[in-house]
């Protein structure tokens, strides 16, 4: 079966500093993966979606980057963190091209408050 | 500009009656629906979806409905037990989209005995 590993489970950090968030996905190959934000009381928002690795496409400006080192591996960072990105960060993943209507599944979250 | 609707952000009802969610959205390319349950601190569980191509797909308690020329889509949790309490995120994507979902702001569902 598959599982997706996400970490730190809470993070704060102080504004300036640099953010590394991992996703890891295993019992899948070729995976889709996505990178949403929730903020306080809201919806979940898009922030990037790798198709493989080396593939990223970024769904909003902002001060983040992604990365896809390895098929199943997706990285969230950021060189400086803003008190804007603070909030729940959620890896997903879903089955890859040509696999039409399949759901997401998400990690657990991360936690971040930007002090 | 917010593509999935959910205009109730609250569902009080009680435990064994049945809970109605529902959701709207714009965007006629849309053709996968999902809805999907979130605890606090935890990741979005995935519940049930449909397809544009039907108008009801049922799992257990868990019924959804599409009305395609009204762009709506209801949850139906019947009957409903204190373990459903949570965040109900209604989610819609595009064939061409790669997978991305659009979701809602979510509906705090409460259970009481």
């Known amino acids: 079966s598959q599982t997706i590993h996400q970490w730190p489970a809470t993070l704060v950090q102080p504004v300036g500093s640099p953010l590394s968030l991992e996703c890891t996905v295993e019992g899948t190959s070729n995976p889709n993966l996505y990178w949403y934000r929730q903020a306080a009381g809201r919806g979940l928002q898009l922030l990037f979606y790798s198709v493989g690795i080396g593939q990223i496409s970024s769904e909003v400006p902002q001060n983040l980057s992604a990365s896809r080192p390895q098929d199943r591996q997706f990285i969230l960072s950021s060189k400086k963190l803003l008190l804007s990105d603070s909030g729940f960060y959620l890896c997903?993943?879903?089955?890859?091209?040509?696999?039409?209507?399949?759901?997401?599944?998400f990690g657990n979250g991360t936690r971040l408050t930007v002090t | 500009d917010q593509q999935v609707k959910q205009n109730s952000p609250s569902l009080s009802v009680q435990e064994g009656r049945i809970s109605i969610l529902n959701c709207d959205y714009t965007?006629?390319?849309?053709?996968?629906f999902l809805w999907y349950k979130k605890y606090p601190a935890e990741g979005p569980t995935f519940l049930i979806s449909i397809s544009s191509i039907k108008d009801k797909n049922e799992d257990g308690r868990f019924t959804v409905f599409l009305n395609k020329s009204a762009k709506h889509l209801s949850l139906h949790i019947v009957p409903s037990q204190p373990g459903d309490s949570a965040v109900y995120f209604c989610?819609?994507?595009?064939?061409?989209?790669?997978?991305?979902?659009?979701f809602g702001a979510g509906t705090q569902v409460v259970v009481t005995p």
């Open positions: 965007n006629s390319m849309f053709d996968y």
């Open positions: 997903a993943w879903s089955r890859g091209i040509g696999s039409y209507n399949s759901p997401l599944h």
């Open positions: 989610a819609a994507s595009a064939t061409d989209s790669w997978g991305k979902l659009q």
